[in-house]
């Protein structure tokens, strides 16, 4: 073995581990309030919401196509901080426009709602675009970074720490805005996100530039092309059951997250009539029960047997919260708090891997996946969302205490089904005892 292999496989130190760490909190950040807060924002301050719909799967699209295209340049010529630099930059820029208001219509003079999709269909599509490089490019760094499996566990670990510190950020920052601006009119809707995702921003850019010094372009994806090592073809996964097994289990894993992300705000407002802070606890709730159930698994010595078990008992756990959620009564709202917490658990508890060996085929792997994952939620909640009622129909429609909604259907009955299939698949499953890994990163976001 050369010198340059020990140095490769010998543990990283705490300070290459947390400034990789660090590099997706931009992401994280705003894919938290862009999935929480997006659609409703969109439809607080006015658009159609089968116009909302389309700015949401206008972004996705993007974001999917992207993580392809992304994925196997970043396989095929590397440079992994040029990609995910760029991507920030264009999150950053793009988000800002989004929340910020409608800049094409400030400059024509034209506030029409077929402007107003455009101009946020437009923004949609670059934030998704840079988000996706930015994450293929952070996340295939894992395996050219170092050669050490602990290291390689460590790295992911870290990054989902700053990825709940990410989520948590976000909605401790909601909850002081919508307590100090409780007034409804568009404009104050308005100012409400604006500062919401201006803070989201400039905590994340921080945080990029710190990943950026402190991390060094990884040598192990630059040799493997320099000594001619053969770079695995794309065909190879798809020749593998378990890669389509798997595929279909973290799709399905992510339509439960997304959607129910997507439509907890909808639903604590619209349909429990809970107070606009629980916009913010509620999700608060299900992070902070998420992450220490995560940390309390990462003790657990992992075979196939446990990894079918624990995924089970989070798909049968949202099952039980989909029905709660279908049935919960406006007089017992705050039941909702207890649903939160059985649905943290439940995220926890779902998980997925789908990492190898080789280094050459990472980014692809992680961007086939994104893919199919962006365009069946992108579409799930682009339908979904396109038979909402508007948030001016329901503010002046008597609701009484039990009414099934749209948003009941969607929050209740779509994650409850994807878990139940997801089990159904994961049961199937011919795990192999030696690729077994102790969980990477919980499905969350």
């Not at 803070?199 to 001619?228: D, M, N, Q, W, Y």
């Not at 439960?256 to 629980?278: E, G, R």
Request: glycine content about 6%.
């Amino acid at each position: 073995m050369t010198r340059s292999r020990r140095g490769d496989e010998s543990p990283l130190g705490r300070c290459s581990v947390l400034y990789y760490g660090v590099g997706h909190m931009l992401n994280d950040i705003t894919s938290a309030c862009w999935f929480t807060y997006l659609l409703v924002f969109l439809t607080d301050i006015g658009l159609p919401p089968r116009d909302a719909a389309i700015v949401m799967l206008t972004g996705q699209v993007a974001d999917g196509f992207t993580t392809v295209f992304a994925g196997e340049l970043i396989d095929r010529y590397g440079r992994f901080k040029v990609w995910h630099g760029a991507g920030s930059a264009l999150v950053a820029v793009s988000f800002s426009s989004v929340f910020g208001g409608c800049l094409p219509c400030k400059i024509l003079g034209s506030y029409s709602s077929s402007m107003r999709t455009v101009s946020y269909s437009f923004f949609a599509a670059i934030f998704n675009i840079g988000w996706a490089a930015t994450q293929v490019s952070h996340m295939s760094m894992v395996n050219c970074i170092t050669l050490n499996s602990t290291s390689r566990v460590v790295l992911a670990s870290c990054r989902n720490a700053f990825t709940m510190i990410a989520n948590l950020s976000v909605y401790a920052v909601a909850f002081v805005v919508f307590n100090i601006n409780t007034k409804g009119s568009v404009i104050d809707v308005e100012n409400q996100y604006r500062w919401i995702a201006y803070s989201s921003i400039l905590i994340g850019c921080c945080f990029v530039v710190i990943f950026h010094l402190g991390t060094a372009e990884p040598r192990l994806k630059r040799e493997a092309r320099e000594k001619g090592h053969t770079r695995i073809s794309w065909t190879y996964w798809f020749n593998k059951l378990l890669y389509y097994q798997v595929a279909i289990v973290y799709v399905l894993t992510r339509l439960v997250t997304n959607v129910s992300q997507a439509f907890l705000a909808f639903y604590t407002i619209n349909d429990l009539q809970m107070t606009q802070s629980s916009k913010a606890l509620v999700p608060a709730v299900i992070y902070i029960c998420s992450f220490i159930v995560s940390v309390l698994l990462q003790e657990i010595t992992w075979n196939r047997n446990r990894v079918k078990a624990f995924y089970s008992c989070g798909g049968l756990l949202w099952m039980i919260s989909g029905a709660g959620i279908l049935f919960l009564p406006i007089s017992m709202n705050y039941f909702m708090y207890v649903l939160s917490i059985v649905i943290g658990v439940a995220n926890a508890l779902i998980m997925s891997f789908l990492v190898g060996d080789d280094l050459n085929g990472c980014a692809f792997v992680y961007g086939s996946l994104s893919f199919m994952d962006k365009i069946l939620c992108g579409l799930a909640l682009s339908v979904l969302e396109s038979y909402q009622s508007s948030t001016e129909e329901v503010r002046n429609c008597h609701r009484p205490n039990f009414s099934f909604s749209v948003t009941r259907f969607g929050l209740g009955l779509v994650p409850a089904i994807c878990a139940l299939i997801g089990v159904l698949v994961t049961l199937t499953m011919k795990l192999p005892e030696p690729a077994l890994v102790p969980l990477m990163e919980p499905l969350l976001a």
